[in-house]
């Protein structure tokens, strides 16, 4: 099957979770033998930490003009099974009146940003990617948040048919690797600044880090202002490329997840990165939200703190158990956390939507 997809960004991990998601979901779709148009509009910041040039199997068009793009847009959706429009696309109305008024099959909505797609309508912030008339005119529109989220989309934006579309993992990209002497750490932080994440991160963190100055932390990222409080024993890469994740992660004795607050508020919000340090036989410890426990157990597959008591805790546990949660979260992510699951799960809500009865199929399963 054909999909024309009009994103973000796929070329540029710089700053964004999107890149990485839809790098190992496009793989996973290619070898599942589908075809993937990928539209990007080329702006100087990803163009600036393009880290992806090309992708076997995906027709990466990138623009500089939507005026300009839209003749090519509208020839790839004319013979589109799926035609998509992402959250935060920065053409997202126009590509989404281009694409409903296209003979794509199926017409699309991925929000990858739901919560904060939500709490931006509740407040009456504009959204660049969705129109005044909401989502009632796609077919399916697919969240990365699951729990309240889906029936919010549903009361608030007009969305008649949504299905979660959660975060995955790799495998081939992120895996159990050698340690790198520069990223040894007895905690790591890999993630994009972000100030609605500060909080926790100070308590799960910042706060071990100054309670245990013997031992050493971590943080890979973009977006750090020159003002974050550091400490002699935090030590900091500006940004890393997928392609060093795996290297970052298994340099640690424990890597952290910290999730936004307008994420945490709503639930069922697993990062891509969750999975990612989870494949790579990493012991994860996580701030908690509801519907954590969906995707990996509590205790033995993943370690929640709640206070700078609980880190420091986890950060004093024997390398046995810490092994042993290292072990069960991977056992768990390739089990059902990887792209395959994910391109299999996007298979299985796009035929429904094509035909809810199930008496006909847009592709087989």
């Known amino acids: 099957m054909k999909f024309t997809i009009f994103g973000l960004t796929i070329s540029s991990s710089w700053g964004n979770g999107h890149a990485t998601l839809w790098r190992g979901l496009c793989r996973a ?5 589908h075809q993937i148009v990928f539209f990007e509009r080329d702006t100087s910041y990803y163009a600036a930490h393009r880290d992806l040039a090309e992708l076997s199997g995906v027709q990466l068009i990138f623009y500089t003009d939507w005026t300009e793009i839209r003749p090519v847009a509208k020839r790839h959706l004319a013979d589109a099974d799926v035609g998509m429009v992402t959250s935060y696309c920065p053409d997202g109305i126009a590509a989404s009146s281009l694409l409903l008024s296209s003979t794509a099959q199926l017409k699309t909505f991925y929000d990858l940003d739901t ?3 939500l709490e931006c309508f509740r407040s009456g912030k504009p959204l660049t990617y969705i129109g005044p008339r909401g989502l009632g005119e796609f077919d399916l529109v697919l969240s990365y948040t699951g729990g309240m989220a889906l029936k919010q989309l549903k009361t608030l934006l007009g969305a008649r048919r949504v299905v979660p579309l959660y975060g995955s993992v790799d495998p081939e990209a992120h895996r159990p690797t050698t340690p790198v002497k520069n990223y040894r750490a007895d905690l790591s932080y890999l993630g994009t600044y972000a100030e609605d994440r500060q909080a926790a991160l100070n308590t799960l963190f910042m706060e071990p880090a100054r309670r245990l100055p013997q031992q050493q932390f971590i943080i ?3 977006l750090y202002p020159e003002k974050f409080p550091w400490t002699d024993n935090i030590f900091f890469v500006r940004h890393l490329p997928p392609a060093e994740h795996a290297s970052f992660y298994c340099s640690s004795r ?12 709503m639930g069922y919000c697993p990062s891509g990165r969750l999975f990612e340090a989870a494949a790579c ?3 994860i410890m996580s701030d908690s939200w509801e519907g954590l426990d969906t995707f990996f157990s509590p205790g033995s597959e993943i370690i929640i703190a709640r206070k700078s008591e609980d880190a420091c805790e986890a950060l004093e546990m024997s390398p046995e158990k810490l092994a042993a949660i290292a072990h069960a979260a991977r056992e768990r992510t390739l089990a059902q956390h990887t792209a395959d699951h994910r391109a299999i799960e996007l298979e299985t809500a796009l035929n429904m939507a094509f035909s809810p009865s199930g008496k006909t199929q847009l592709m087989e399963v």
């Open 29 to 33: 779709l290619v070898k599942r033998g």
């Open 220 to 222: 890979g990222g973009a």
């Open 115 to 117: 919560p904060i797609t």
């Open 281 to 283: 036989g990493v012991p």
């Open 254 to 265: 424990i890597t952290l997840n910290v999730t936004r607050q307008t994420m945490a508020r």
